[in-house]
């Protein structure tokens, strides 16, 4: 198994990362954000049956896990799009 290791508020989480882990694909995101926790629904639109779609999974954050989430999605973001640019721009 991989190990990564991530600075936490001081101390160090070891997250173990199984060889085999599942990658799924969903191209429909919902969020639902309540006082306590933020809903994150994933699922796919039926390639059969247009305007329908079904969701898959539903993961429950804490409101600062959400943060946490919203700001590494953002810096990843930012930093694939600036290696874009540095590569069109070559």
Do not use: C, W
């Amino acid at each position: 198994m991989s190990e990564v290791q991530k600075e936490k508020e001081g101390s160090n989480i070891q997250v173990n990362i199984p060889p085999d882990l599942d990658y799924l694909y969903r191209d429909i995101v919902n969020v639902f954000v309540g006082t306590g926790d933020v809903v994150l629904e994933f699922g796919n639109f039926h390639r059969s049956m247009p305007g329908h779609a079904a969701i898959s999974n539903r993961i429950v954050l804490s409101v600062s896990s959400a943060y946490e989430l919203h700001n590494s999605l953002g810096q990843a973001l930012a930093d694939a799009q600036a290696e874009l640019k540095n590569r069109l721009n070559k």
